[in-house]
T-cell receptor
Framework: GAVVSQHPSWVICKSGTSVKIECRSL??????MFWYRQFPKQSLMLMAT?????????EQGVEKDKFLINHASLTLSTLTVTSAHPEDSSFYIC???????????FGSGTRLTVV | QKEVEQNSGPLSVPEGAIASLNCTYS??????FFWYRQYSGKSPELIMF????GDKEDGRFTAQLNKASQYVSLLIRDSQPSDSATYLC???????????FGQGTRLTINP
């Protein structure tokens, strides 16, 4: 089955620093990628959608200059949280979908803690 | 009105019984419906997806879809303690590839 590798699985950073999260599809080429965020005891909220080679589309209320998404290839997407603040502490999860395929494969998630 | 609604629970079910999880959605044009299981601190894992009205069975799991009522459910037969988790309902809105999630139902199976 489809495998998505997400790295790092957890990270602690200081306020004001930036953190990069990588999401890589290991055995398929992903045309569309979604980044979700999940706060404790809440559901997954879509942050942005990105298509390979195109700019990401952000959901309402998500700052595109703060959450930088790069989907430069069919197998790799990155999310950079810039100038992180404690309120950005959350569980970030990526998922890919493929052309003409309704399957969604989730990464293992990244627990970000900003102190 | 939320796009996808679930009862947050907690729902407690004795071991061996049937657990019934429900979900309603607001976009009548939605085409694809998914049930995910999420253990604490982990990423969601797909249990089942359903596209057509009616029932779809996979082992102990049965998904039921009623598009007229905008309702999708998941039945877990012979519930096991390992089924204790949060169950997330997710929907593809019409014309969109993204998944919209409900808030999840926390299920506890009591031995």
């Amino acid at each position: 089955g489809a495998v998505v590798s997400q790295h790092p699985s957890w990270v602690i950073c200081k306020s004001g620093t930036s953190v990069k999260i990588e999401c890589r599809s290991l055995d398929f080429q992903a045309t569309t990628m979604f980044w979700y965020r999940q706060f404790p005891k809440q559901s997954l909220m879509l942050m942005a959608t990105s298509n390979e080679g195109s700019k990401a589309t952000y959901e309402q209320g998500v700052e595109k200059d703060k959450f930088l998404i790069n989907h430069a290839s069919l197998t790799l997407s990155t999310l950079t949280v810039t100038s992180a603040h404690p309120e950005d502490s959350s569980f970030y999860i990526c998922t890919f979908t493929r052309r003409n395929n309704y399957g969604y494969t989730f990464g293992s998630g990244t627990r970000l803690t900003v102190v | 009105q939320k796009e996808v609604e679930q009862n947050s629970g907690p729902l407690s079910v004795p071991e061996g019984a049937i657990a019934s999880l429900n979900c309603t959605y607001s976009d009548r044009g939605s085409q694809s419906f998914f049930w995910y299981r999420q253990y604490s601190g982990k990423s969601p894992e797909l249990i089942m997806f359903i596209y057509s009205n009616g029932d779809k069975e996979d082992g102990r799991f049965t998904a039921q879809l009623n598009k007229a009522s905008q309702y999708v459910s998941l039945l877990i037969r012979d519930s096991q303690p390992s089924d204790s988790a949060t169950y997330l309902c997710a929907v593809n809105p019409q014309g969109a590839q993204k998944l919209v999630f409900g808030q999840g139902t926390r299920l506890t199976i009591n031995p």
